[in-house]
């Protein structure tokens, strides 16, 4: 089996902490294949990291004992100062550390990725290699640069972010302009030729915090662990692949 989960923040005031680590206890076991955490599992964006670590010492505890037979850790914008760090300690780090992942279950193939790349690709003329640069000095913004982050997030949403989600909570990614388009990008046929993605595999993503899967099942969004303008009933949520089969489901605690 395998279970995927994004969006964690923690160090966010606004981080679900306790679902999160209610979470690694239900699901400390050795029948897991893959947990795969698909970034941002850290904001490192906000605050200090070395507070944001000591204060989810507890958490951070848990994570390193987890019985799963293989954790991967894909970076997001939020924490890309980690792939830099299992660059410069290599096996040291307790995961496995990549931009993307490639797995097979149950004969079918899964892509997983943080999604922070489909916002690079409607940012031009700002390249791939600019954004990460920017989300690994973002890692070290503290304060003023900290807002100026959420300042900078809140514009690409639009202001009319929250109105919309009150009357349709589960519509993240149809609410602003900027959301739909990366929505349509992921659903879209052709998305391979910019991402790298085989024809034949399942795109999982995070990023956007918006939790949804496709028809087909051909796309998912994991969600996020926040408690922000998604109604608690569409939070703390994470996939299960077993058999192939793919599901979005959501923790309830």
């Known amino acids: 089996m395998i279970l995927v989960l994004s969006d964690v923040h923690l160090g966010y005031e606004r981080c679900n902490k306790q679902a999160f680590s209610n979470f690694l206890d239900k699901y400390d076991s050795g029948d897991i294949?893959?947990?795969?955490?698909?970034?941002?599992l850290f904001d490192f964006w906000r605050r200090n990291n070395a507070e944001i670590i000591t204060e989810n010492n507890d958490v951070i505890d848990k994570l390193l004992k987890l019985n799963a037979k293989e954790i991967n850790y894909i970076v997001g914008n939020h924490d890309y100062?980690?792939?830099?760090?299992?660059?410069r300690y290599g096996d040291n780090i307790p995961f496995i550390i990549s931009k993307n992942l490639?797995?097979?279950?149950?004969?079918?193939?899964?892509y997983f990725t943080q999604g922070y790349e489909f916002e690079a690709l409607?940012?031009?003329?700002?390249t791939l290699e600019m954004y990460e640069e920017f989300s690994e000095k973002m890692c070290f913004s503290k304060d003023i640069i900290g807002d100026l982050a959420g300042h900078i997030w809140s514009l690409i949403q639009g202001n009319d972010l929250k109105e919309k989600l009150e009357k349709n909570p589960r519509s993240r990614l149809e609410s602003t302009e900027e959301l739909k388009k990366i929505y349509k990008f992921a659903i879209s046929k052709g998305k391979g030729f910019l991402m790298g993605m085989k024809s034949d595999e399942t795109l999982v993503f995070?990023?956007?915090?918006g939790p949804f899967i496709n028809k087909e099942k051909t796309v998912v969004n994991s969600g996020s662990w926040v408690n922000e303008l998604l109604s608690n009933e569409y939070q703390n949520s994470y996939v299960e692949i077993s058999?192939?089969?793919l599901e979005l489901k959501f923790f309830k605690f």
């Open 33 to 40: 294949d893959h947990m795969v955490f698909l970034g941002d």
């Open 81 to 87: 100062y980690m792939y830099k760090l299992s660059e």
């Open 102 to 110: 490639r797995l097979e279950d149950g004969g079918n193939k899964f």
């Open 122 to 126: 409607y940012m031009e003329p700002v």
């Open 206 to 209: 995070g990023h956007t915090h």
């Open 243 to 245: 058999n192939g089969n």
